[in-house]
């Protein structure tokens, strides 16, 4: 019986008696292998059959004699869907930088490395459905655009269909927005928590899953201005049953990679251990992808207060030469990403939960603890990325969260809506937001978060 395959070229070897051609159709790693003979299949089609190009194949399958794979394709039939000239085609089968790769965005989820990521994308999404799912969370859609800009503290991109060079004045000079399509001032989303809120005291449980924009500097490799953020919301959670659920969120991901992402995870491992190989041995990691993933799922993670955690890093050298590049000036700084790396990969070598921040380096609506200094906050933190989650408890008590609002300068007029839900009927509750692509960095080994993304979005880079 005759089995009919379409897909890309990627690679093709031989000689004049017979070709190898490894096809792949996007749906695993694996390459199935063609074989054509020359008696069978004209020359002129056998010319385009270069990496890149697109065929059809009929052919039996057959036992392969070669060692590699078990079947292959012996080829009756072969039509060029599509060539892919060779002078031109800039993926051809060598290594290319992953800079390189960035700037042919539309053409990389052909190769290997980017074709694991995206499916591996694919199947963290319908984990993150499958957990919540599992549990009776509901799946509540936030809105994109969005009238509040309580959280936004000068990171949101603006949505207007105002003449930008152009726009009306009000008297003093300010933008009027009231003649702007939604008649006020509107942005981008930052968080879908503060309506995630308005869910879960409706339905007591929700989540949201969508894109979160943010216009900061993001010329790091933990940062995007357009990203996708999974943001559970619960009523009746305190701070310890938020860390409870999130630790067993992250565990659950990371299990699903290693149940369901078999081949793709090998692949992505092979490349870091080749990868591994050219650096000096001292630099070399002692952990296996599959190690480290392995290893989160296994260990519970540390819980520690942020004031324990600053303790530790003021008296530790995380280098003998020299200090942290940003030094931790005592309790009230706001941590680094080198801080949080230190606790995790140094101090604890384990993820690492940290709790009950200073208030003055955390959001208004976060729950005030007893002391009146700190906040019901936790941070997850883990190896290689430092802040992989942040939550909190939320203060459901109207009069110190509208005193917190008076004192931050958030008007209260705006976020009138917020506030009802603590008029009428309010209870405690807590959520977090875990940011996907940090996720995906974690799960894939990748070193920069452009790369776990199809269109990285970033200062100066949004090419289509
Ligand atoms: P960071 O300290 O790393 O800048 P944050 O504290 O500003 O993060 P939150 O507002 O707490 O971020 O957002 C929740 C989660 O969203 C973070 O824990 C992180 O996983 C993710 N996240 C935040 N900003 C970005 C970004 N610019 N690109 C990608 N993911 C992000
Ligand atoms: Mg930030
Ligand atoms: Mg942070
Ligand atoms: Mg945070």
Redesign the pocket.
Known sequence: MDVHVKGWVRTKRGNKHVNFIALNDGSTINNIQVVADPNTIPENVLKLVTTGASLAVTGQLVESQGSGQAVEIHAKTIEVLGAADPEKYPLQPKKHSFEFLREIAHLRPRTNTFSAILRMRHAMSFAVHQFFNNKGFNYMHTPIITGSDA?GAGEMFRVTTLDAKNPPLKEDGSVDFSEDFFGKETNLT??GQLEGELGALALGEIYTFGP?F?A?N?N?T????????I?PEMAFYDLEDNMNLAEEFLKYLVQYALDHCADDLAFLEKRLLDEEKNKPANERSAMSLTDKLRFVVENKFERVSYTEAIDILRNSNPNKKKKFQYPIEGWGT??Q?EHERYLVEKHFQKPVILSDYPKEIK?FYMRMNDDNKTVAAM??LFPG???????SQREERLDILSARMTEMGIPHEEMDWYLDTRRFGTVPHSG????????MIFVTGMGN?RDVIPFPRTPGNAEF
């Open positions: 959280e930052v968080s979160t943010r900061e993001s790091t933990r940062h995007l201005a357009e990203f996708w953020m943001e706001d941590l990403s959001a941070d997850i990325i430092g802040e992989i989650v942040g939550g977090f937001g875990l940011g996907f692509e940090r996720l978060i």
